[in-house]
């Protein structure tokens, strides 16, 4: 039991090094001469993918705006947590400014995604990465993983566990973001 206790601690923090780890970065001027990559300072690479509702969406579609983008399964605690407060932080800005966009890991097709997101009412749209080719793409390795991209394609934060979106601190850092684009 202490050997497992041991193990299981290694192994927790030997996920949050594989981890990107939260840091600002001021966007550069010109985005077109940047690199792709899931990097901070980086073109955030474009994605399409399913939609809950059927239809097809790719990042590039939110270009000009403020994009969150939430890698999160339905068979995570801490990624069911977090989702009611990024749904209040979603109604509290408008779409020209902010969009949300939750991109489910989840590859059972038995996965009670749509009864999940109709229970909690959430509005905002959800994105089905039924390959975890986007998984992939974005590195993400912890989940919840949010990955913020600003108004020209950049990605500013990666942003590793549940968050509290309703907390002040984070309604000032989107605040920032909108007002400095």
């Not at 990465?129 to 394609?153: I, L, W």
Request: glycine share 6%.
């Amino acid at each position: 039991t202490k050997w497992v206790a041991l193990f299981s601690l290694f192994f927790f923090f030997s996920l949050l090094s594989t981890g990107c780890p939260q840091k600002e970065n001021n966007t550069p001027e010109n985005a077109e001469t940047e690199q792709e990559g899931v990097g901070v300072g980086t073109l955030a690479p474009d994605f399409r993918l399913r939609t809950l509702k059927g239809e097809s969406a790719a990042l590039s579609d939110y270009r000009g705006k403020i994009v969150l983008i939430n890698f999160w399964a339905t068979w995570c605690g801490p990624c069911k947590a977090e989702m009611p407060s990024m749904e209040a932080l979603y109604r509290g800005y408008p779409r020209e400014d902010f969009e949300i966009l939750a991109v489910s890991i989840d590859i059972d097709p038995a996965a009670p995604i749509q009864q999940f997101i109709e229970d909690f009412g959430f509005t905002f749209p959800v994105l089905l990465d039924e390959t975890f080719q986007v998984n992939d793409q974005y590195q993400v390795r912890v989940v919840p993983t949010s990955v913020v991209v600003d108004r020209k394609g950049i990605v500013t934060h990666r942003l590793l566990g549940a968050k509290d979106w309703n907390d002040p601190d984070a309604k000032r850092f989107l605040e920032k973001l909108i007002a400095a684009s």
